[in-house]
């Protein structure tokens, strides 16, 4: 069943939104060589609780962190430890989220440690502005897949054959992390339930530099690619307002990222 929200459950997940991304700023921050995943784990959980939110990761399903930090070849659902130090170069993805007052958030973002390599930065950037394009389509009146089809459309567009991860995608959000719909990034536009104000949905392309097939690691949560090439992993909640896509996880509500597509967002 799909959860459409108030105009006041929106800003209450516009709260929630903020903690988020304060917390994914918070360990983007830390991020280092030397430092274990464990520590940006504790990072994360120490700025939600601050704010008097709790994580919405942690014992989901069991899990036993507040991030997901997911290395390398790890696509998503990476498991923080304490005895796993990032190296200059690795790349990792960041994945956190936050209930505020029975409302939940979610956001990722991908950073290397220290300088990437041109390949890297290239994939990050792409899987970046495909998440955005496809927040650019979160308008009333529209489908679900025109999300969908402006995410693949704008990988594919690219020289370089990207590899776009096939099942896991992005999903409705709102009193639970996970509601529907589910939010696959390929597929042709005009299908899928209709996009209306109140509809709120988490936006996460995750792209890969070879082949986009997976594997389940026997921890039963880190997926990883089959071929071994590196992935990037990026997400938004975003809102549809009768006004236009409001992206609650980022802290000028989407006006930089909305921007190349002649979007202004809320602040």
């Not at 280092?32 to 939600?48: K, Q, Y």
């Not at 990761?57 to 696509?75: K, P």
């Not at 998503?76 to 690795?90: K, S």
């Amino acid at each position: 069943m799909i959860q459409i929200k108030t105009a006041h459950e929106i800003e209450l997940m516009r709260a929630s939104g903020l903690v988020t991304a304060g917390a994914i700023a918070a360990v983007k921050a830390a991020v280092r060589p030397g430092v274990s995943t464990g520590e940006l784990d504790a990072i994360a959980e120490d700025h939600i609780r601050s704010k008097g939110a709790v994580p919405n990761f942690l014992g989901y399903h069991g899990f036993t962190g507040t991030i997901c930090a997911s290395i390398n070849d790890e696509i998503v659902h990476g498991i923080p430890n304490p005895d796993r130090r990032l190296a200059e170069g690795d790349n990792i993805s960041i994945d956190c989220g936050a209930i505020l007052q029975g409302w939940h958030s979610d956001s990722a973002v991908t950073v290397t440690v220290g300088d990437p390599s041109a390949e890297d930065a290239a994939l990050m950037d792409v899987t970046e502005r495909s998440m955005w394009a496809g927040l650019a389509k979160a308008v009333a009146g529209g489908r679900l897949t025109d999300i969908s089809a402006a995410v693949e459309q704008t990988i594919t567009a690219e020289q370089h054959p990207y590899g776009i991860v096939d099942h896991y995608g992005g999903h409705g959000i709102g009193t639970e992390m996970h509601q529907d719909p589910h939010v696959l990034n390929y597929g042709r536009p005009g299908r899928g339930p209709k996009l209306v104000p109140g509809l709120t949905l988490a936006i996460e392309p995750m792209v890969t530099v070879g082949d986009p097939a997976t594997v389940e690691l026997d921890d039963g949560w880190t997926v990883v690619t089959k071929d071994g090439s590196r992935a990037a992993h990026f997400e938004h909640t975003v809102a549809i307002t009768p006004e236009g896509p409001w992206v609650l996880t980022a802290e000028d509500g989407g006006a930089a990222g909305l921007a190349p597509f002649g979007i202004t967002p809320r602040g």
